[in-house]
C-alpha cells in the first residue's frame, strides 16, 4: 500500500536548520513529483516547495527562497527538505506529497500525502 512518512521535525531556535525527510512506498516514486506543504494552527495548508520527478526542477514559495533547498534521491524514494536560517513564522506541521502529473503548489492537485511532521521555532 501507498505509504509516504516525513521524518526530522523538531523544536530549533530561530537562525538555526532543520532537514525534513519523506521516505515513500507503494508507487513508482521517480515518475512522482514530490511537493512539501505547511499548516500553521488556524491557518490554511500553504505551499512551500516541490521537485519534479528527476529532480532537475525545483520551486519555492517566496517566503523560503534562499532558506530552503528541496531535493531527491529517486534511488532511496526519499525527498529532503533542507530548512536553513529558521525563523518563528516557519512553525507548522510539514506534509510531504506525491503527483504523478509533474509539480503543482495547489494541495488537492496532489495525490498522496503523509502524516506530517511538527517544526517549531523559537525565537
Known amino acids: 500500500q501507498v505509504q509516504v512518512v516525513e521524518s526530522g521535525g523538531g523544536l530549533m531556535q530561530a537562525g538555526g536548520s532543520l532537514t525534513l525527510s519523506c521516505a515513500a512506498s507503494?508507487?513508482?516514486?521517480?515518475?512522482?513529483?514530490m511537493g512539501w506543504f505547511r499548516q500553521a494552527p488556524g491557518k490554511e495548508r500553504e505551499f512551500v516547495s516541490t521537485?519534479?520527478?528527476?529532480?532537475?526542477?525545483?520551486y519555492y514559495t517566496d517566503s523560503v527562497k534562499g532558506r530552503f533547498t528541496v531535493s531527491r534521491d529517486n534511488g532511496k524514494n526519499a525527498t529532503y527538505l533542507q530548512m536553513n536560517s529558521l525563523k518563528p513564522e516557519d512553525t507548522a506541521v510539514y506534509y510531504c506529497?506525491?503527483?504523478?502529473?509533474?509539480?503543482?503548489?495547489?494541495?488537492?492537485?496532489?495525490?498522496?500525502w503523509g502524516q506530517g511532521t511538527q517544526v517549531t521555532v523559537s525565537s
Open positions: 507503494g508507487f513508482t516514486f521517480g515518475s512522482y513529483a
Open positions: 506529497a506525491a503527483r504523478l502529473r509533474g509539480p503543482a503548489s495547489k494541495w488537492y492537485d496532489y495525490d498522496y
Open positions: 521537485i519534479n520527478s528527476s529532480g532537475r526542477d525545483t
